[in-house]
Nanobody, 125 residues
Framework: QVQLAESGGGLVQAGGSLKLSCVAS????????MGWFRQAPGKERTFLAM????????YYSDSVKGRFAISRDNAKNTVYLQMNGLKPEDTAVYYC??????????????????WGRGTQVTVSS
């Protein structure tokens, strides 16, 4: 099993930026991809972005495309989420996720195998 630990969340004003990090550790560190999701109070956990570990191909939800950027550092087993132009509606707990194998799908929580515990992002107006 892989352990994931997110960091970098916090309180920011609307229009500001944050960069989240997620460090992965475990006996088998060879994901197909890693992704970021978020969950606002009372809402479902929703897909934000995914990056293929080898090659770096990225995918984004329409809601964050152009504002958020996912990247990774293979040597550090770390995936990042740079968030710019933050809005109050971006307030949520942000989770990173580990996808072990390639499939045709990537935008559902069921497409990922391991999860971090999340980091809170709060955007004030």
């Amino acid at each position: 099993q892989v352990q994931l630990a997110e960091s970098g969340g916090g309180l920011v004003q609307a229009g500001g930026s944050l960069k989240l990090s997620c460090v992965a550790s475990g006996r088998s560190m060879s994901p197909y991809a890693m992704g970021w999701f978020r969950q606002a109070p009372g809402k479902e956990r929703t897909f934000l972005a995914m990056i293929v570990w080898t090659g770096g191909t990225t995918y984004y939800s329409d809601s964050v495309k152009g504002r958020f950027a996912i990247s990774r550092d293979n040597a550090k087993n770390t995936v990042y989420l740079q968030m710019n132009g933050l809005k109050p509606e971006d307030t949520a707990v942000y989770y990173c996720a580990y996808k072990r194998s390639r499939t045709n799908y990537y935008a559902s929580i069921n497409d990922y195998d391991d999860w971090g515990r999340g980091t809170q992002v709060t955007v004030s107006s």
